[in-house]
């Protein structure tokens, strides 16, 4: 299984794009990468997967080099609802056994 | 679809007693798991099932047990609660995603305290 490495927390302002990076050294050719959302109180919910470049849906983009040892969520123009705790995990088609990093912590001030 | 329903939101347990957490699930999702958080902390996996008869262990297994006797639920059993265990604890189901791998669903979480 591909180890995830994020940002323990950032901070950003309302209608700015917040970029977070997760790092996945190992992961391998069959792996797709996805990111959740997690609010206080909730379980997480699903935002965007990819498994090459750009990938862009209603709420987010995610970037992936082509080299995939990283990858890159971008949240256009925050507002503070954004405000949760974000993870990106690391998976094949064929992963159960799905291992949760800590995550980031985003905080977004008015 | 209801999604995925856990059942209960809110228990308090003493020390040595037992209980159930309920999960079930109504979009036929194969796969089914129990996470439990612990307060400013990530996921952890405790157990999860890839079919019905189908179980394996998770990242910390020790002091649960599971079962999966059909598709739609997947009870989570506490034999002896322990301190330790007072957490929030999330069943999850997954599909297909879009762009090919598993995307997990989340239930909305039970907490439990244990005394």
């Known amino acids: 299984l591909a180890k995830t490495t994020q940002p323990i927390s950032m901070d950003s302002y309302e209608g700015q794009e917040v970029n977070i990076t997760c790092s996945h050294n190992n992961i391998a050719t069959n792996d797709y990468i996805t990111w959740y959302q997690q609010f206080p109180s909730q379980g997480p919910r699903f935002i965007i997967q990819?498994?090459?470049t750009k990938v862009t849906n209603e709420v987010a983009s995610l970037f992936i080099p082509a080299d995939r040892k990283s990858s890159t969520l971008s949240l256009p123009r925050v507002s503070l609802s954004d405000t949760a705790v974000y993870y990106c995990l690391v998976g094949g088609k064929w992963t159960y056994k799905y291992i949760f990093g800590t995550g980031t912590r985003l905080k977004v001030l008015a | 679809n209801a999604g995925v329903t856990q059942t209960p939101k809110f228990q308090v347990l003493k020390t040595g007693q037992s209980m159930t957490l309920q999960c079930a699930q109504d979009?036929?999702?194969?796969?089914m798991s129990w996470y439990r958080q612990d307060p400013g902390m990530g996921l952890r996996l405790i157990h999860y099932?890839?079919?019905?008869?189908?179980?394996d262990q998770g990242e910390v297994p020790n002091g649960y047990n599971v079962s999966r006797s059909t598709t739609e639920d997947f009870p989570l059993r506490l034999l002896s609660a322990a301190p330790s265990q007072t957490s929030v604890y999330f069943c999850?189901?997954?599909?297909?995603?879009?762009?090919?791998?598993?995307?997990?669903?989340f239930g909305a979480g039970s907490r439990l305290t244990v005394l």
């Open positions: 990819g498994y090459k």
């Open positions: 099932s890839v079919g019905a008869g189908i179980t």
């Open positions: 999850a189901s997954s599909y297909r995603g879009e762009a090919g791998a598993n995307v997990l669903t």
């Open positions: 979009m036929n999702h194969e796969y």
